[in-house]
């Protein structure tokens, strides 16, 4: 079974300053990796996904993460945090291809709630 | 263009009452999943459809839980015989089915329950 550990349930940062959300992944083949944003009573928007087409992923609004398989870590960063980045940010992770179960549901992360102080 | 919607937004129910949450995924998306948040699970897996077929529910937590597509698009979530445990938010996930692991899953706003 695949599953994902999101390091910090807490992270607190102030404005400007760089953004680190830590993601490692358990896989007994080669994963695909994904970060969503929940921003408070929303769903989940995509920020990025690795998709093994290169290993430093840039997402959207200024998120990168970079795929480490011999870390086997996905960790998310951001040069500068805004105050609008204040959100849950959850890492998940897809079933093998190879399971042949036909069913992609995402196995998530416990999720990693950013506050960005002014 | 229109994302997942999802209906009631919110929806308070008595112990032992059966509701029925519904989910409008995004046109074309031939793939839709059920999940739920918990404060003390995190996000859960419920079940998947493939068009109108549901290939896996291994994530349903009881018999309680059932659900059915129509026509491709439309799901609707039942539980029935609500219980305290129920609650939480229900999120539905569309994609387009056709990427296998890779395809992005667009999440709806989700139904909060609230079982008193």
């Known amino acids: 079974a695949q599953s994902v550990t999101q390091l910090g349930s807490h992270v607190s940062v102030s404005e400007g300053a760089l953004v680190l959300l830590r993601c490692n992944y358990s896989?007994?083949?080669?994963?695909?990796l994904f970060w969503y944003v929940q921003y408070p009573n929303q769903g989940l928007q995509l920020l990025l996904k690795?998709?093994?087409?290169?290993?430093l992923v840039k997402g959207i609004n200024g998120f990168e993460a970079e795929f480490k398989k011999s870390e086997t870590s996905f960790h998310l960063t951001k040069p500068s945090a805004h105050m609008s980045d204040a959100a849950e940010y959850f890492c998940a992770v897809t079933s093998s291809p190879y399971s042949g179960a036909g069913s992609y549901q995402l196995t998530f992360g416990k999720g990693t709630k950013l506050s960005v102080i002014p | 263009g229109a994302g997942v919607s999802q209906s009631p937004s919110n929806k308070v129910t008595e112990k032992g009452k059966d509701v029925e949450l519904r989910c409008d995924p995004i046109?074309?998306?031939?793939?839709l999943y059920w999940y739920r948040q918990s404060l003390g699970q995190g996000l859960e897996f419920l079940i998947y459809f493939q068009g109108n077929s549901a290939p896996d529910k291994s994530g349903l937590p009881s018999d309680r839980f059932s659900a059915e597509r129509t026509g491709g698009s439309v799901s609707t979530l039942t539980i029935q015989r609500t219980q305290q445990e129920d609650s939480a938010v229900y999120l539905c996930?569309?994609?387009?089915?056709?990427?296998?692991?890779?395809?992005?899953?667009?999440f709806g706003p989700g139904t909060r329950l609230t079982v008193l």
């Open positions: 996930a569309s994609s387009l089915g056709i990427s296998g692991p890779s395809d992005t899953q667009y």
């Open positions: 896989s007994s083949v080669p994963p695909y």
């Open positions: 046109s074309g998306h031939t793939a």
């Open positions: 690795y998709t093994s087409a290169a290993t």
